[in-house]
């Protein structure tokens, strides 16, 4: 059943829990204002990657991409390839949305990302399925407005910060934070070290095939962590 | 094709990424592998986009100019491992990028 207006508390516990990841996300959102900014793209179209793909990585790919004058056949399968991984979070948030009314599957399905994920699961895992619907769409939520607003603060006000603070590399130690955090659960700690080594070793494989090629790679020997176990 | 076309191309292939599972499994039973399989995509996604970033703002820097980012993670790897809170990269890794980009030789 989906009772959100019954579910008010669990609701902001769901924002409240989003709160500590957009610490990093919103510096992330910043440089993808400033990005589309300074690129040789319409400033809105640019924005508009915010609300159409939602996904900071891909978004980055393609204002870039579209900036360097890649062809758009090239810019779509890229911004598609990273986006490979929203296909294992959809069968990871189906077995919570099964049987749920189609307007809920297509409007939870749209605010599927990897922050939505990890505080969706949680609330999955500590309030049970009925009630983890509220809490996941109070972190995806806000999640969303932050993010549409951090692009278009950066978009606005970005281009005008000081080239010192580096922001361009809080996207990076964002991404080492979230794996490092993992690395006690044997199975993602193999995965995590498989998928790093790959990646380092395919820099050069163009269209970022070989974030592609290093996620499957770290997904495998995870998987084969867990049957030596 | 315009830029418009493209991101809207895209977006939309996105959106069905995201929807496509959730059509398809209230058919069809999910195999255990890819339960399991589901549960590793976003560490080793994380730890790949990772290594490529970093890899990515040292290219080109050399050596001496690599110092300061790779410093920067290593402090952030530290901070993570001691509070074991993945928001202390970017708390701790920030500051000592900007302290080693103002110490060390670029």
């Given at each position: 059943?989906?009772?959100?207006?019954?579910?008010?508390?669990d609701?902001?516990?769901?924002?409240?829990?989003?709160?500590?990841?957009?610490?990093?996300?919103?510096?992330?959102?910043?440089?993808?204002?400033?990005?589309?900014?300074q690129?040789?793209?319409?400033?809105?179209?640019?924005?508009?990657?915010?609300?159409?793909?939602?996904?900071?990585?891909?978004?980055?790919?393609?204002?870039?991409?579209?900036d360097?004058?890649?062809a758009?056949?090239?810019?779509?399968?890229?911004?598609?390839?990273?986006?490979?991984?929203?296909?294992?979070?959809?069968?990871?948030?189906?077995?919570?949305?099964?049987?749920t009314?189609?307007?809920?599957?297509?409007?939870?399905?749209?605010?599927?990302?990897?922050?939505?994920?990890?505080?969706?699961?949680?609330?999955?895992?500590?309030?049970?399925?009925?009630?983890?619907?509220?809490?996941?769409?109070?972190?995806?939520?806000?999640?969303?407005?932050?993010?549409?607003?951090?692009?278009?603060?950066?978009?606005?006000?970005?281009?005008?910060?000081?080239?010192?603070?580096?922001?361009?590399?809080?996207?990076?130690?964002?991404?080492?934070g979230?794996?490092?955090?993992?690395?006690?659960?044997?199975?993602?700690?193999?995965?995590?070290?498989?998928?790093?080594?790959?990646?380092?070793?395919?820099?050069?494989?163009?269209?970022?095939?070989?974030?592609?090629?290093?996620?499957?790679?770290?997904?495998?020997?995870?998987?084969?962590?867990?049957?030596r176990? | 094709?315009?830029?418009?076309?493209?991101?809207?191309?895209?977006?939309?292939?996105?959106?069905?990424?995201?929807?496509?599972?959730?059509?398809?499994?209230?058919?069809?039973?999910?195999?255990?592998?890819?339960?399991?399989?589901?549960?590793?995509?976003?560490?080793?996604?994380?730890?790949?986009?990772?290594?490529?970033?970093?890899?990515?703002?040292?290219?080109?820097?050399?050596?001496?100019?690599?110092?300061?980012?790779?410093?920067?993670?290593?402090?952030?790897?530290?901070?993570?491992?001691?509070?074991?809170?993945?928001?202390?990269?970017?708390?701790?890794?920030?500051?000592?990028?900007?302290?080693?980009?103002?110490?060390?030789?670029?």
């Amino acid at each position: 059943m989906i009772s959100l207006s019954a579910d008010r508390s669990d609701i902001a516990a769901g924002a409240r829990a989003m709160l500590p990841w957009l610490a990093g996300i919103v510096p992330f959102g910043l440089v993808i204002g400033v990005s589309a900014a300074q690129a040789d793209v319409p400033t809105l179209a640019g924005w508009l990657t915010g609300p159409l793909i939602y996904a900071g990585s891909s978004q980055l790919a393609t204002i870039g991409m579209l900036d360097g004058g890649a062809a758009p056949a090239v810019v779509v399968a890229s911004a598609l390839i990273i986006n490979i991984r929203l296909i294992f979070y959809s069968a990871t948030m189906a077995s919570y949305w099964r049987g749920t009314p189609r307007w809920w599957r297509l409007t939870a399905a749209y605010l599927i990302v990897d922050p939505s994920v990890a505080v969706g699961l949680d609330g999955y895992r500590r309030l049970g399925r009925d009630r983890g619907h509220a809490h996941y769409l109070g972190g995806a939520v806000v999640l969303w407005v932050s993010w549409l607003a951090a692009i278009a603060a950066g978009a606005m006000v970005g281009a005008s910060l000081p080239g010192w603070l580096h922001l361009e590399f809080v996207i990076p130690l964002y991404l080492v934070g979230q794996a490092i955090a993992k690395l006690a659960n044997p199975a993602q700690r193999r995965a995590i070290l498989a998928a790093a080594t790959v990646a380092l070793l395919a820099l050069s494989v163009p269209l970022q095939l070989g974030v592609a090629l290093a996620i499957a790679a770290g997904v495998t020997a995870g998987l084969t962590a867990k049957v030596r176990r | 094709m315009s830029a418009w076309i493209v991101i809207m191309t895209a977006g939309l292939g996105s959106y069905l990424f995201r929807l496509s599972m959730i059509v398809l499994i209230s058919r069809i039973t999910m195999p255990p592998d890819l339960e399991r399989a589901s549960g590793l995509v976003a560490p080793a996604a994380f730890a790949a986009l990772a290594a490529a970033g970093v890899a990515a703002a040292c290219s080109g820097l050399g050596i001496t100019g690599a110092a300061a980012p790779l410093a920067a993670v290593a402090a952030a790897v530290i901070a993570v491992l001691r509070t074991g809170s993945p928001q202390a990269a970017i708390l701790v890794g920030m500051p000592a990028l900007w302290v080693a980009t103002a110490l060390l030789p670029s």
